[in-house]
């Protein structure tokens, strides 16, 4: 379980990653956010965007899980708890 800080610092690390991929600026990316549909994040920047989060958090996350994506917050939840960015 993320406490608060740890979502706040989550969401600041995927926000700072999809301006820097996409060009949405990361003052939008909030976690209610869909990707695609109300950031206009195309499949080829959400791959990169996945890529990036994974090569910096050290973790793979499993092709079914990036399925599921759809908003800022399903990438946050894809984040370990007990790291910090």
Do not use: Y
């Amino acid at each position: 379980m993320k406490t608060s800080e740890q979502e706040s610092n989550h969401l600041a690390f995927v926000a700072q990653t999809i301006e820097e991929v996409s060009g949405v600026p990361a003052s939008e990316a909030s976690p209610e956010k869909l990707l695609v549909d109300e950031l206009g994040i195309d499949s080829l920047s959400l791959v990169e965007i996945t890529f990036t989060l994974q090569k910096v958090a050290g973790v793979e996350i499993p092709e079914e899980e990036m399925a599921g994506v759809r908003s800022v917050a399903d990438l946050v939840d894809l984040l370990p708890a007990d790291r910090s960015f």
